[in-house]
């Protein structure tokens, strides 16, 4: 049997700089402005949206560690239908979903949509929450095209 691996070799040996991204994204998502279980909803959702295993296993294991129950864990996926979303929550949800998913009859985050988010974020969290987006996008491609190992630890995750 063969072992897996991930397609790259560790990204921060490589390119050194992706500390100091990862880090300062880290910092600005962490402002307390936005609860960051919010904010791992979110990024658990363009996980499940870009269909990565690596992602959904990492932001999971977040949402585990800061004791989310599991029901919760697991309605990320039909959050829609779910009741044990907070109306802040799901506007996150939603907000996630509208930027990664194409909208084939007109812009992706409507000013409906946009003012909804206004009624529940202030302007620092919702730019907050823009960053949160951000963040998960910048590491998905290196999610998809790297593949590193889901569910182990960083030093394992990408081959030698």
């Known amino acids: 049997m063969r072992e897996l691996q991930s397609r790259l070799p560790n990204p921060m040996r490589l390119v050194p700089e992706l500390g100091e991204i990862g880090g300062a994204l880290f910092k600005a998502t962490g402002n307390g402005s936005v609860p960051q279980t919010t904010i791992s909803l979110l990024q658990l959702r363009a996980g499940q949206i870009v ?3 690596y992602l959904t296993s990492l932001h999971t ?5 800061a004791g989310e129950p599991e029901d919760r864990i ?3 996926a039909s959050w829609r239908d779910a009741s044990s979303f907070t109306d802040a929550e799901r506007i996150a949800l939603m907000l996630v979903e509208a930027v990664l998913t194409a909208n084939p009859t007109g812009e992706r985050v409507s ?3 946009y003012a909804e988010a206004s009624r529940y974020y202030d302007d620092k969290a919702l730019a907050t929450l ?3 987006i951000g963040q998960v996008s910048f590491f ?4 998809l095209i790297g593949k590193p190992l889901p569910g182990v630890s960083p030093a394992q995750q990408w081959r030698e």
């Open 51 to 53: 269909g990565n295993d």
């Open 61 to 65: 294991g977040n949402l585990r560690k």
């Open 74 to 76: 697991a309605a990320v």
């Open 111 to 113: 000013d409906d949509l």
């Open 130 to 132: 823009i960053m949160a």
């Open 140 to 143: 998905i491609p290196l999610a």
